[in-house]
């Protein structure tokens, strides 16, 4: 494959249904989250989507900065809260790769947390991907779809800036 990325634009209305149909799973399940964790940067704003929906608080653990005091600390909390009782929902904008559900969960488990109290969904879901999630409003598969998915909040990004992005990470489109 060669060639500038696809940049696939995820429409604002689009976006409002991927939330709608992650609330109506969750509603249909009979488990209700005590907070939703927004995860950063991605799971920002459908976090707060999300939250407003299910009229449930919101928190943010920002793991994509990889700044202790905004991802690793947050997640200790976290964990000691799922451990008490508390059930946590984590939502994402993609499970790609599986890394960063991969990532959350060791966090939480190793500090503590309570497994059946955790969960975590995402708008778009890999059917390749390591880790499976509970909720998702999509699923593709990696191998068949090569898109770099564009959502609303990313849209302000320069071209330029989309496809740097695309391209520092190969595998997911196809050039390993």
């Known amino acids: 494959m060669s060639g500038a990325p696809n940049l696939a634009y995820v ?8 939330v709608e149909a992650i609330a109506r799973r969750v509603e249909a399940d009979g488990w209700m989250p005590g907070f939703i964790v927004g995860v950063g940067r991605g799971g920002l704003a459908p976090g707060v989507y999300l939250s407003h929906r299910l009229d449930v608080p919101m928190l943010s653990v920002d793991h994509s900065s990889r700044v202790f005091g905004f991802a690793d600390a947050l997640l200790i909390n976290l964990a000691r809260r799922s451990a008490a009782g508390e059930q946590l929902l984590f939502i994402d904008d993609i499970n790609d790769s599986g890394g960063t559900i991969h990532y959350l969960r060791e966090a939480l488990a190793r500090e503590g947390a309570a497994a059946g109290a955790v969960r975590f969904a995402t708008l778009i879901d890999n059917s390749r991907s390591s880790e499976r999630v509970d909720y998702a409003s999509r699923v593709i598969d990696r191998a068949e779809n090569r898109d770099w998915f564009v959502f609303p ?10 496809v740097e992005e695309a391209e520092s990470v190969p595998e997911r489109l196809g050039r390993e």
């Open 11 to 18: 429409g604002h209305d689009e976006f409002v249904a991927d």
């Open 153 to 162: 909040w990313e849209a302000m990004a320069s071209r330029a800036t989309l």
